[in-house]
């Protein structure tokens, strides 16, 4: 009997590691795995946590034909190298040879890939974006990520910072400092002089509260416009919004769907759709497998 052919993903994060196994459809074989990341530890114990936490997700998948491990890691990266740079959340595995361990210790190829293009690409081939051209995706998180899928490959630019757009200027700071998680968190506790985390603030906004509700206004707003230019110098077939911060999409949704195409060409906006991320939770470590099984 011919072995299925499945790939390892990994998502590693700040605060939480997660393996899970997938095959060439896109689905999630046994249960998926996670630990804590313990960031502040020195590097060579997370990395002994993950190679550990990788041989108990290959024990589940004993009798299958396993193609690699893909990993998706908030960036900037070495992707050729497998490093992680200098990433502030992992301060203890900045420049640790990543992809060279872990292809040491396990025997396997092992690709290493920004977490937002690594999230996108799974939603290009398997998730919202299936049977797209050109898929540009925002990931709405702690941070916010931006990449894009052409023709089922990802698109790095020349020295792999394609859509690194947190750091371009908006207003009289950064855009990350007006769409994401940590920003939502800053915006009220500059209006309101309380420090709460989004999901908080979201329900504020839900149960009335008028300062969380202008900060929704803010963040919608913001993203609206990073949305108008991205598309607009893009010029993709559809766009997909994933993250932690989806779940407060009845907060803003809308009004960014409206807002944004008031700034983009008309034919653009005609056509142009967009899509909350359909792989949920899982859609971490599955995009990082595609990156083993679609690239």
Same mark, same amino acid.
């Given at each position: 009997?011919?072995?299925?052919?499945?790939?390892?993903g990994?998502?590693?994060?700040?605060?939480?590691?997660?393996?899970?196994?997938?095959?060439?459809?896109?689905?999630?074989?046994?249960?998926?795995r996670?630990?804590?990341?313990?960031?502040n530890?020195?590097g060579?114990?997370?990395?002994?946590?993950?190679?550990?936490?990788?041989?108990?997700?290959?024990?589940?998948?004993?009798d299958?034909?396993?193609?690699?491990?893909?990993?998706?890691?908030?960036?900037?990266?070495?992707?050729?190298?497998?490093?992680?740079?200098?990433?502030?959340?992992?301060?203890?595995?900045?420049?640790?040879?990543?992809?060279?361990?872990?292809?040491?210790?396990?025997?396997?190829?092992?690709v290493?890939?920004?977490?937002?293009n690594a999230?996108?690409?799974?939603?290009?081939?398997?998730?919202?974006?299936?049977?797209?051209?050109?898929?540009?995706?925002?990931?709405?998180?702690?941070?916010?990520?931006?990449?894009?899928?052409?023709?089922?490959?990802?698109?790095?630019?020349?020295?792999?910072?394609?859509?690194?757009?947190?750091?371009?200027?908006?207003?009289?700071?950064?855009?990350?400092?007006?769409?994401s998680?940590?920003?939502?968190t *800053?915006? %009220?506790?500059?209006?309101?002089?309380? +420090?709460?985390?989004?999901? &908080?603030? $979201?329900? @504020?906004?839900? #149960?009335?509260?008028e300062?969380?509700?202008?900060?929704?206004?803010?963040?919608?707003?913001?993203?609206?416009?990073?949305?108008?230019?991205?598309?607009?110098?893009?010029?993709?077939?559809?766009?997909?919004?994933?993250?932690?911060?989806?779940?407060s999409?009845?907060?803003?949704?809308?009004?960014?769907n409206?807002?944004? *195409?008031? %700034?983009i060409?008309?034919?653009?906006? +005609?056509?142009?759709?967009? &899509?909350? $991320?359909? @792989?949920?939770? #899982?859609?971490?470590?599955?995009?990082?497998?595609?990156?083993?099984?679609?690239?």
């Open positions: 009997m011919k072995q299925k052919r499945v790939a390892i990994v998502d590693i994060g700040g605060t939480m590691i997660g393996t899970g196994i997938v095959d060439g459809e896109g689905r999630v074989y046994a249960s998926p996670t630990i804590a990341t313990c960031a530890e020195p060579e114990v997370i990395m002994a946590n993950l190679l550990s936490l990788l041989k108990e997700t290959l024990t589940d998948v004993a299958s034909n396993v193609q690699g491990i893909g990993i998706g890691c908030t960036g900037p990266l070495d992707t050729k190298r497998g490093l992680i740079l200098d990433v502030e959340n992992l301060p203890t595995l900045n420049y640790y040879p990543l992809k060279e361990t872990v292809e040491r210790e396990l025997s396997l190829p092992v290493v890939e920004n977490d937002a999230m996108i690409l799974g939603e290009a081939v398997w998730g919202a974006g299936k049977g797209a051209r050109s898929v540009l995706g925002f990931t709405l998180g702690t941070g916010i990520g931006c990449a894009l899928v052409n023709e089922g490959k990802i698109w790095r630019g020349h020295a792999d910072c394609a859509g690194e757009i947190w750091t371009s200027p908006y207003k009289e700071s950064i855009l990350e400092n007006y769409v998680g940590n920003a939502v *800053r915006l %009220y506790k500059e209006y309101a002089q309380e +420090e709460w985390p989004a999901h &908080h603030i $979201a329900e @504020l906004a839900r #149960n009335g509260d300062v969380a509700l202008r900060v929704w206004d803010v963040f919608a707003e913001a993203l609206a416009y990073a949305l108008s230019w991205t598309v607009n110098t893009i010029d993709p077939e559809l766009i997909v919004m994933g993250g932690s911060v989806l779940k999409a009845d907060l803003y949704w809308n009004k960014v409206h807002l944004f *195409r008031q %700034y060409c008309q034919s653009a906006s +005609e056509n142009m759709t967009l &899509h909350p $991320a359909m @792989l949920g939770d #899982n859609a971490g470590f599955i995009g990082a497998a595609a990156l083993i099984l679609k690239q």
